[in-house]
């Protein structure tokens, strides 16, 4: 069981925005600026798309942005387009015995 | 380009021991920390271990504490996950990922495509 709270799948159509969230606790999420983003495409590895919170790393598409508000970190994708279209997981930073943890991942489908 | 290669994988039996590599090119291996990220078929991520840029940080998740081994060599550019005492669990796809800074901030900038360790009987 993750230690990161995840919707199981969420929706949209082309042009739209959508938000998944990732929610934590204070010794996670809340309490440190170390939360990722991942985007994984059936059968391939997975690609990093934000890091610390809000930073997108170069090559990676403005319309996907991060924030955090309290132990809930939030990735938005907006303007969705059909290549969007995966599996996304978020991962934090723990102060616990395991220093990183994922959350279950959300499906995200364009309709 | 950044390239991270695994090897090692294959079918153990349980309690048998494996060690995987990871060839890394492309990059200043020595810059930058290193982890190994697992895949259970049809599951999703989950962080196995990491290891800084001197190899002198160390972290292992819960899950492999006291069976796993993460070592890198620096002069190589290769990056080890010795694994032992297996079990069935521990089957999975495990990729060899670069961390997007020199100490561990675990974010994985960049991941190979994994290699497969299957523990059966």
């Known amino acids: 069981q993750s230690a990161l709270t995840q919707p199981a799948s969420v929706s949209g159509s082309p042009g739209q925005s959508i938000t998944i969230s990732c929610t934590g606790t204070?010794?996670?999420?809340?309490?440190?600026?170390?939360v990722s983003w991942y985007q994984q495409h059936p059968g391939k590895a997975p690609k990093l798309i934000i890091s610390?919170?809000?930073n997108r790393p170069s090559g990676v598409s403005n319309r996907f942005s991060g924030s955090k508000s309290g132990n809930t970190a939030s990735l938005t994708i907006s303007g969705l387009q059909a290549e969007d279209e995966a599996d996304y997981y978020c991962?934090?930073?723990?102060?616990?015995?395991?220093?990183?943890?994922f959350g279950p991942g959300t499906k995200v489908t364009v309709l | 380009e950044v390239q991270l290669v695994e090897s090692g994988g294959g079918l153990v039996q349980p309690g048998r021991s494996l060690r995987l590599s990871c060839a890394a090119s492309?990059?200043?291996?020595?810059?930058?920390?290193m982890h190994w990220v697992r895949q259970a078929p049809g599951k999703g991520l989950e962080w196995v271990s990491g290891?800084?840029?001197?190899?002198?940080?160390?972290a292992y998740a819960d899950s492999v504490k006291g069976r796993f081994t993460i070592s890198r060599d620096n002069a190589k550019n290769f990056l080890y996950l010795h694994m032992s005492s297996l079990r069935p669990e521990d089957t999975a796809l495990y990729h060899c990922?670069?961390?997007?800074?020199?100490?561990?901030?675990?974010?994985?900038?960049?991941w190979g495509q994994g290699t497969l360790v299957t523990v059966s009987s």
């Open positions: 991962s934090s930073y723990t102060s616990g015995s395991t220093p990183c943890v």
């Open positions: 290891i800084s840029w001197s190899s002198g940080s160390i």
């Open positions: 610390d919170v809000r």
């Open positions: 204070s010794s996670d999420v809340g309490g440190y600026n170390y």
């Open positions: 492309g990059f200043s291996f020595d810059d930058y920390a």
């Open positions: 990922t670069k961390d997007i800074k020199h100490s561990s901030s675990y974010a994985f900038h960049h």
